[in-house]
């Protein structure tokens, strides 16, 4: 230990804050962090390792990584005149971009929202508000306007679908959010690969627009990949933050590669999509649960009978790993997420499910 404080050493906000827990998931059906459950074909793994013979290791990676950013423009569909950030995932992004912004700013979002909007502004010192949403869920248009009127913030995130509610926002209602902005705003399109709406098509009609993307939910998660899209001069001045080797080489090959030969990835997010209708099915015909419409690869469920901590906790003792959101309270009280799985573990988690909700009934 340091012989100063530690009160000394670090900002106030660091020391108050707690690092964000990930669960141990070893030995558990894996169905709380939104990952893709299918691994890549046998064929395709065998054509990925020959081309990662070639990368060289010894060497830093491009520092633009632009033969990746050629795949991510064609395969986002991303216009010419918008430029590209990359990040180390796209929490880097989030990142990035709050470490730009003046020392005083103002960071908004809707809530329930992504975790790390909150986090990250926090750790930085920045000031933070999150914008209750609907008892369903949806944006409190008047109340964001009045948010946006008094606190005039820097940037404003929407997820869009948002996390961990699953739903798409009006766009009617975003839009008009986003001209009333003065600052940016950033759509999170983390779950585009499981929607049918974007806002990419929206890139250029507002100067204060940026779209942010991952290639973790597509099925990439382990290599750390998110992109931002906006106006050249706004990526400008993001990009002196970012550290000039952020995306490995790696990452950068194998992303190059599993674009470029999408075809399967495209297959298994189809999939995925198919058993999202299975498991809101199935949920929706369980007595004792509101199950929220879903445009990404994971529902959110209320228990309205039993609390959804030991409906939890069961359903751990049963082997399923699903996400707890309760803890958070306001209006996730009683709410679980749960991750679609491959056809076989979605399945083990609805009878664990049935099974807790009667053992509770007993
Ligand atoms: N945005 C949203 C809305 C998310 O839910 C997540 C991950 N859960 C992220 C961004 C971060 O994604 P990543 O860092 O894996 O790119």
Redesign the pocket.
Known sequence: MPTQPLANLFRPEVLSMSAYHVADASNFIKLDA?ENPYSWPEDIQDRWLETLKTCPINRYPDPTGRSLCASLRRSNAIPDHAELLLGN???EIIQILLMALAGDATVLAPEPG?VMYKQIARSLGLNYVGVPLTAEFELDLPAMLQAIDQQRPSVIFI?YPN?PTGNLFNAEAVKTIIAATPGLVIV?E?YAPFADCSFVGELGHYPNLLVMR?V?KLGL?GLRL?FLAGPAELIAELDKVRLPYNINSLTQATVGFALENGDFLARQTQAIREERNVVAAALQALPGLTVYPSAANFILFRTEQVPADQVFTNLKTQGILIKNLSGQGGLLGDCLRVTIGKPDENQAFLSALTASLKTAGD
């Open positions: 939104m995932g796209s929490d992504f997820a996390n999170d983390a991952t973790s998660a998110g």
